[in-house]
């Protein structure tokens, strides 16, 4: 006979055996990707022009993402800089990469008053005599926009390929038109052009544009528009918003337009400020009859951004009958952070709760979005890791440098199978 103490023994070591191997194999099991677990949600994307990525972050890419938005390359200044040229090389390699890799593309931007060419408004100059041509030459050219620094350069000191976005070319800001202004006539007419060459090269190529961009100034009451005062609303006036918006739709009928802007769920819940704003805007666009689809809400963010404020504001621009997207998605782990410049950086050192910090802030986010699902399109991240981020220092994305994934990944995961 068997011994009862021997086969009991063995029983309770295979047990454990079992469970050892279960746990080990369950905290050993892959993660889910970021657009497996929002498949059938919405989009997810991230922000990269694709130029200079390695191995480990093209398959990050194609891992973990529906959708690229490119960072810098399809903006006016980069694809367009001179009249009578445009610099498609970079776009182009984008949008084939993108297609060979099963990635949809949204193209960024149309309309900015920022990374904008001062040709657009500048009167062209008559010819003359050669004297008279170079004086000319000298008085009205405008100033060359700075060179790109190296790779990675943190914010506010350059623009990089992944770095900040700088606020020059248009009219009335750096780089802009010294010279004579040409005529409203004229500078529509240009970008006319501007934007049936550029939506039109990649018809049924790229699903939807952001037609306008950052069109409200900071600082309202929510009274009025508040449109920026130099620029394109210089040059033409507000109707320019709905001009373009008629022309991207004639290049593209099937294409989705959004307007895009940064801080417009500020102020949401009490309809105030800049979201005030927003809503006084969109609703002049829908009543000239702007083919506009959606709004995307940019969504840099930070530890204490009003939860409350971002759940409102895609309830307010739902209830316009508009789609909504969150366009450029990050949380700061230190400091401030806003579309624009010049934001307070923080400490150096991140301190380990912060990141917890910001996980919360994810899942708290993802929960607002998932809730909101029926009308929310796309979520893209503003960059590829801590690294590739315009808030480099701030570490405001899901991955660090070496693409691991932080706490603030394992909440969006987590959230996702909340609903």
């Not at 991230?46 to 959708?67: G, H, P, V």
């Not at 170079?134 to 060359?144: G, L, V």
């Not at 750096?174 to 550029?198: C, D, M, W, Y």
Request: glycine residues 10%.
């Amino acid at each position: 006979m068997f011994n009862r103490k021997l086969i009991t023994s063995f029983i309770l070591s295979a047990a454990l055996a079992i469970t050892v191997y279960g746990q080990e194999s369950s905290s050993n099991a892959p993660l889910k990707t970021l657009k497996e677990a929002y498949a059938g949600k919405f989009l997810i994307g991230c922000a990269d022009d694709l130029t200079q990525n390695d191995e480990a972050y093209q398959e990050s890419i194609r891992k973990q993402y529906d959708i690229v938005t490119p960072e810098n390359c399809m903006k006016p200044q980069p694809i367009h800089p001179s009249e009578d040229t445009y610099n498609f090389k970079t776009t182009d390699a984008m949008v084939e990469w993108c297609e060979k890799n099963g990635l949809k593309v949204w193209g960024h931007t149309l309309g900015w008053h920022s990374q904008t060419a001062p040709w657009f408004f500048q009167e062209k100059q008559k010819k003359s005599k050669k004297g008279d041509a170079a004086k000319s030459a000298t008085t009205t050219a405008a100033p060359a926009p700075p060179a790109p620094p190296a790779p990675g350069t943190p914010p506010g000191q350059g623009m990089g390929p992944n770095g900040p976005r700088p606020n020059f070319g248009g009219f009335g800001g750096f780089g802009a038109n010294t010279g004579p202004q040409a005529s409203r006539k004229v500078v529509l007419k240009r970008l006319e052009k501007h934007i049936k060459t550029v939506v039109g090269r990649y018809k049924g190529r790229i699903i939807g544009w952001d037609v306008f961009n950052e069109s409200i100034a900071d600082g309202g009451d929510g009274s009025t528009e508040n449109l920026r005062t130099f620029s394109w609303y210089k040059a033409v006036g507000p109707d320019v918003l709905t001009k373009a918006f008629k022309w991207a739709h004639e290049a593209d009928p099937d294409a989705q337009l959004y307007y895009n802007d940064y801080n417009i769920e500020q102020g949401a819940v009490e309809n105030k400020g800049k979201h005030a704003s927003s809503m006084l805007l969109l609703k002049r666009l829908i009543a000239e009859g702007a083919p506009i689809t959606g709004v995307g809400i940019q969504g840099h963010w930070h530890l204490d951004t009003n939860l409350a404020d971002v759940e409102k504001a895609i309830e307010n621009y739902a209830s316009l009958g508009l789609r909504v997207a969150i366009t450029e998605l990050d949380v700061t782990a230190t400091g401030d952070n806003s579309g624009a410049f010049g934001v307070r950086q923080g400490d150096k050192k991140i301190p380990p709760e912060n990141y917890e910090k910001q996980a919360e802030v994810y899942r708290k986010l993802f929960e607002i979005f998932q809730r909101h699902a029926d009308v929310i399109d796309r979520v893209t991240f503003w960059g590829l890791s801590d690294t590739r981020s315009w808030r480099r220092g701030q570490d405001a994305l899901l991955f660090d440098g070496q693409l691991n994934p932080k706490p603030a990944y394992h909440a969006v995961i987590e959230a996702s199978q909340a609903n």
